[in-house]
């Protein structure tokens, strides 16, 4: 298949997508940063809530861009059985890129931290008091789905290359 004939995700799904991906990586590699920051010993800015509260920014667009953009065509069109699970963790990574932003707010929040809005000086007070010992719990759901997380991307990059490299469809070149 010439790259001229592939039809490809419409430019704000890309832009969206790969705007995101590079917030998750980023995410990823600041999550240790959070604990610097407790301890003291770094004050520049928090790019680990920068990039979580990006990509909860990102989640309207992205949700109104896979609702009102054609998505085109798989060509050769796989079976029906394969659409199950890539609508699945389709559906798994709409959820985390939801919850998993909202679980650190709300675990900032739930410490009685305000939370700071990255490059503005402005802060969000907590708007959600919960009880005594729900920071922790919520660390602990926030790192644990975070765990998660990755592996729903990594099975996703790993389907991706599965379909480019053993497929040789064009559900990659898509999104490029």
Do not use: C
Not at 54 to 61: D, V, Y
Not at 141 to 166: D, M, P, S
């Amino acid at each position: 298949m010439s790259s001229a004939s592939i039809v490809k995700f419409a430019w704000p799904v890309r832009v969206i997508h790969w705007s995101s991906a590079g917030l998750i990586l980023l995410a990823y590699l600041t999550s240790e940063l959070m604990e610097a920051i407790d301890e003291g010993e770094y004050a520049g800015p928090n790019w680990h809530v920068f990039a979580g509260l990006a990509l909860l920014a990102l989640f309207l667009p992205r949700l109104l861009a896979k609702l009102t953009t054609r998505v085109p065509p798989i060509v050769p069109p796989p079976s029906r059985a394969g659409m199950l699970p890539a609508k699945l963790v389709t559906l798994g990574l709409l959820l985390f890129v939801l919850v998993q932003p909202v679980l650190g707010i709300l675990m900032v929040w739930s410490e009685g931290h305000a939370l700071p809005v990255p490059f503005t000086g402005w802060e969000l007070p907590p708007l959600i008091v919960l009880g005594k010992g729900a920071g922790h719990t919520l660390e602990e759901a926030h790192e644990i789905l975070g765990n998660a997380f990755y592996a729903v991307i990594g099975l996703h990059a790993l389907a991706a290359l599965w379909h480019h490299f053993g497929r040789r469809d064009n559900t990659l070149r898509r999104m490029l």
